[in-house]
């Protein structure tokens, strides 16, 4: 599904700093995989590796046994597009637009199907999410928790192979938080989705299938 | 609609007060530029007019001959060492086979004899000084539409009645003369004759009006005591003025004399028209430019504003030329709502302006809906707009999402 083969990377800013050391994994389809490890560790750098949007290290990362290391940034685009559903700390709607149009958009740009389709598709997936009824709402005006779930349709819509979180529950108190993971968990168990998430909260990495721990640029277990 | 375009719509709406600064600036931009370079055509052409209707397109003449250095052999000092103009007619001979060669360069559109000669206009002891052109009525009238400023007789008499004379305003008011009067005239050669007034013209430049008069070329050459063969101009006009300077190029090889543009004998005016054309060019890019900053302004300020967005469109897969489509989308919508709206403001002052009388020479404002100039406008506009748009576009999508989504 997604390997990691000797991945390396420098940071030159300030000084000259070696943050990933020869990182190979291997995540399975299906897997709920928790990156944790303390600030520094180089987990968000190798996650940003992983969703291709970095793109300056060394080593080898393929995705759905593509080679995606060496890829054109328009390449990239269209791999991100469709294999990869994308959830951070913050929810990053755009906040001019409904909810349903935000969740929407990704599929508007891979473009597969009738406007109908996605629309319905779209519909779906904020009903998984429990948001059926805030769909038409502007994305501002929900609260913090509605927001994230929306942010969370949105990097469903394309049936994406992998669903990356960067901290997905750091701005959520504990309420939204088990709410976010439970909706992680039932993704994982009934949909068979892949999920790679980086995250500091110890609990939600217990209740996860797999933990890598991080330290200095090395995975510990 | 593709989904960057819808994007872009609603960035567009989603602010509406900068939006509408920004088309305001285009509108502004673009009905100046419209109007100050339709203000200049219509310069243009009244300034031709007015020296069309005394001046020909090529005027031909045998200039002055200069005597040349005598000499014997290369080597050797000069017999003649100090040239000076040689002291022959200004004739120029055989008009007739001239004309007929000039006739048939296929620019050419009409030709006709000239002969001026300076003239005192007598009426009872007053004496006024001028300048008496012989013309062949006809001819001249097609070159320079004398019909259209005659404001009292009959032109076409000119031609039944040897005699005939058409003077300017100026003197028929200085002397008190009218449709129908005799003036005598005095040439610089002595001769004395009697014409009969059979039009009075008026050309709003009182100069000419006071002094010039148009008599038959027949009575000219009597006036100089010279035969009918005596010609000292032949005055050309061709089909396109612009081509003046060319197609008299063509015809001095050709004849053998001097031809002279318009462009040539009014360098003065043609320098002024110069500059007037390179300062209106430069005030109405110039402003048109502006209102390209006000663009350029206001989407860098969303790019800024909308940089969250742009991270996580280009996560989710949009690519560069995704963002650059939907900021230039917004600069090019600003931009033709600016063009259309500067088009009819455009339209609105020129119709105004149309109206108002300054009088003298010119009559009506000369302006006029210049069409070329509405096009090369709306290109211009839409072009600056453009790149107003593409340069903050292009900052947008090289937004380096990792950079904003990791903090």
């Known amino acids: 599904m997604l390997q990691t083969k000797n991945i390396d990377k420098y940071f030159y800013q300030p000084t000259e700093f070696q943050v990933l050391k020869k990182i190979s994994f291997e995540v399975k389809k299906g897997e709920f995989l928790s990156m944790i490890g303390k600030s520094g560790s180089g987990k968000s750098t190798l996650l940003y590796i992983l969703s291709t949007m970095d793109t300056d290290y060394n080593g080898e990362l393929w995705i759905d046994n593509q080679l995606v290391t060496g890829l054109t940034p328009n390449e990239l685009a269209e791999v991100r597009n469709q294999k990869i559903g994308f959830v951070f700390q913050f929810h990053y709607l755009l906040p001019e637009f409904s909810c349903l149009q935000n969740v929407m958009i990704p599929a508007l740009k891979l473009g597969k199907l009738s406007v109908a389709e996605i629309e319905e598709r779209a519909y779906q997936k904020l009903d998984i999410l429990g948001l059926k009824d805030q769909a038409l709402k502007p994305a501002s005006k929900l609260s913090g928790g509605q927001q994230q779930r929306v942010a969370i349709a949105r990097a469903l819509i394309n049936d994406p192979l992998i669903i990356m979180g960067d901290e997905p529950t750091g701005n959520l108190d504990s309420k939204n938080t088990s709410i976010v993971f439970d909706i992680f968990q039932e993704l994982t168990r009934n949909f068979g989705q892949t999920i790679i998430a980086v995250t500091h909260d110890d609990d939600f990495a217990r209740k996860s299938d797999r933990i890598i721990e991080m330290k200095d640029g090395e995975i510990l277990v | ?407």
Do not use: C
């Open chain 2, 1 to 407: 609609m593709n989904i960057s375009s819808a994007i872009a719509k609603t960035y567009l709406f989603s602010n509406k007060k900068l939006t509408a600064v920004a088309v305001l600036g285009v509108v502004l931009g673009m009905s100046i530029y419209i109007f100050m370079n339709s203000m200049m055509v219509g310069f243009d052409r009244s300034s031709m007019a007015s020296i069309f209707k005394s001046n020909p397109h090529i005027r031909l003449y045998k200039d002055d001959e200069v005597s040349q250095p005598l000499l014997q052999s290369k080597s050797t000092t000069p017999i003649i060492i100090n040239p000076k103009v040689v002291p022959v007619t200004n004739t120029i001979i055989n008009p007739n086979l001239i004309i007929e060669t000039i006739l048939k360069q296929k620019e050419v559109t009409v030709v006709t004899p000239q002969v001026n000669t300076n003239v005192f206009y007598n009426n009872g002891k007053s004496q006024i000084s001028g300048l008496s052109v012989g013309i062949k009525p006809d001819e001249a009238n097609l070159m320079y539409d004398i019909k259209s400023f005659v404001v009292e007789g009959n032109f076409d008499l000119l031609k039944s009645n040897t005699n005939g004379i058409v003077i300017g305003s100026g003197i028929s008011e200085k002397m008190n003369l009218d449709v129908a009067d005799n003036l005598n005239l005095t040439s610089s050669k002595g001769v004395n004759r009697t014409f009969k007034i059979v039009a009075i013209f008026k050309t709003n430049n009182s100069n000419t009006d006071k002094t010039k008069s148009y008599i038959n070329i027949a009575a000219a050459q009597q006036l100089l005591k010279e035969g009918s063969s005596y010609i000292t101009d032949i005055n050309i006009n061709i089909t396109d003025p612009e081509n003046a300077e060319i197609v008299a190029q063509k015809i001095e090889s050709v004849t053998g004399y001097n031809a002279e543009g318009w462009k040539q004998a009014n360098e003065t005016l043609m320098a002024a028209n110069k500059m007037r054309k390179i300062i209106i060019t430069f005030v109405s890019l110039t402003i048109l430019l502006v209102a390209g900053f006000g663009i350029y302004n206001i989407l860098n300020m969303t790019v800024s504003q909308k940089i969250n967005d742009i991270a996580i469109l280009k996560a989710m897969g949009f690519k560069g030329k995704d963002v650059i489509q939907i900021f230039v989308t917004q600069a090019v919508s600003i931009g033709v709502m600016g063009v259309l709206g500067g088009m009819l403001l455009a339209t609105i002052l020129i119709t105004v302006l149309k109206r108002v009388y300054v009088g003298g020479d010119i009559g009506y404002f000369p302006i006029d809906y210049e069409m070329k100039k509405f096009i090369q406008g709306v290109a211009i506009g839409l072009i600056i707009t453009f790149f107003a748009g593409y340069i903050p576009a292009k900052k947008a999508a090289n937004v380096d999402p990792v950079e904003i989504l990791r903090k």
